[in-house]
């Protein structure tokens, strides 16, 4: 854990988040500020900066984050969304652990802005 990390806090309940899945590796909460009708952050437990990093200290917890990706949208009643890996400021990163954001229930453009 990381001090004055947002998603360990989270992670280690010390701050509430409306927690969809958990796992050993990772956990699944809904976004304070949704851009569709589900999105929700899967994160690593582990405190990395990025997905990029995750994959190098663990490949399978990114593996874990698209299962669980695929569970919540399915519990959800959604066969198709969108997952999303931030990764640096100018791609709109601004939490430094890493996290995949799932985004369904919308019809979403493409290229994204
Ligand atoms: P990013 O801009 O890719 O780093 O995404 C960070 C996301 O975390 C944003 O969509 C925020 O709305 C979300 N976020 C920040 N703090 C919290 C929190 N305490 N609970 C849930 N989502 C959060």
């Not at 405190?47 to 200290?57: G, I, S, W, Y």
């Amino acid at each position: 854990m990381v001090a004055d990390c947002i998603f360990c806090s989270i992670v280690a309940g010390e701050i509430p988040a409306d927690v969809v899945a958990t796992t050993e590796t990772a956990v699944a909460f809904r976004d304070l500020h949704p851009q569709a009708p589900l999105h929700v952050l899967v994160i690593p437990r582990t405190h990395v900066a990025n997905a990029a990093e995750l994959a190098d200290r663990e490949p399978e917890t990114v593996a874990e984050l698209v299962r669980v990706a695929r569970q919540v949208t399915g519990d959800a009643g959604h066969d198709s969304y969108r997952m999303v890996l931030n990764t640096g400021e100018e791609a709109g990163q601004s939490v430094f652990h890493a996290h995949l954001h799932v985004l369904a229930g919308r019809v979403q453009a493409w290229p994204p802005g």
